[in-house]
């Protein structure tokens, strides 16, 4: 019985601490989630680190593609988060499967357009998160591209996350740290 006190007890003040994190201004909103941090917090650009990018937007994959043989490519220990399943070509290339049903939080379907802004935003002389020239990507529909692998080496698809196309395609790249929408991001 003892060990249930306790239990309740630290539950009881780890729920308080969360409500006291909250800032005055944000309203109790059941599809908010709050993280408790020291101080104030809130996603300023991408380069805030993929950890706390993973908690809004999610990466192609989890787990790390040591062991991948044969047409799969996604070994022994690999979650699909944005693919359902992929093959490596007689080439090289990896054709990627995304997952149905996928959507970012405004309800619009996540898609194949949504990887290639992506990598196409990451690579731009202005951001930089990720070296040009790494990979040639074809979109063949909403839910299919196929990546072309250069110098060697597989896409960092575990710790990339990706990006809403539909609202951020007409932003400037050179403006990316005081784009508004980190201000309320959009995630998936």
């Not at 539950?11 to 409500?19: R, Y």
């Not at 939080?105 to 040009?132: Q, R, S």
């Not at 839910?143 to 395609?169: C, K, M, Q």
Request: aromatic letters at 10%.
């Amino acid at each position: 019985m003892r060990g249930r006190v306790e239990v309740a007890s630290v539950l009881l003040t780890l729920w308080t601490a969360a409500l006291a994190c909250q800032r005055p201004d944000q309203a109790a909103d059941p599809y908010t989630v709050m993280i408790p941090t020291a101080g104030d917090y809130q996603v300023t650009s991408p380069f805030r680190g993929s950890l706390e990018m993973q908690l809004l937007f999610l990466p192609l994959f989890h787990g790390h593609h040591s062991d991948i043989s044969g047409d799969g490519c996604m070994g022994d220990g690999v979650e699909g988060r944005l693919v359902r399943s992929c093959e490596i070509g007689a080439d090289g290339s990896v054709t990627y499967h995304l997952r149905s049903g996928v959507r970012w939080h405004d309800g619009v379907p996540v898609t194949a357009w949504d990887i290639e802004f992506t990598w196409a935003l990451w690579e731009h002389p202005a951001v930089l998160k990720v070296a040009p020239g790494r990979r040639t990507m074809t979109v063949l529909d909403d839910s299919t591209f196929t990546v072309a692998f250069h110098g060697g080496g597989w896409i960092d698809d575990t710790y990339n996350t990706f990006l809403p196309r539909h609202l951020l395609e007409e932003l400037d790249p050179e403006e990316i740290d005081a784009w508004e929408f980190w201000d309320r991001p959009v995630g998936n």
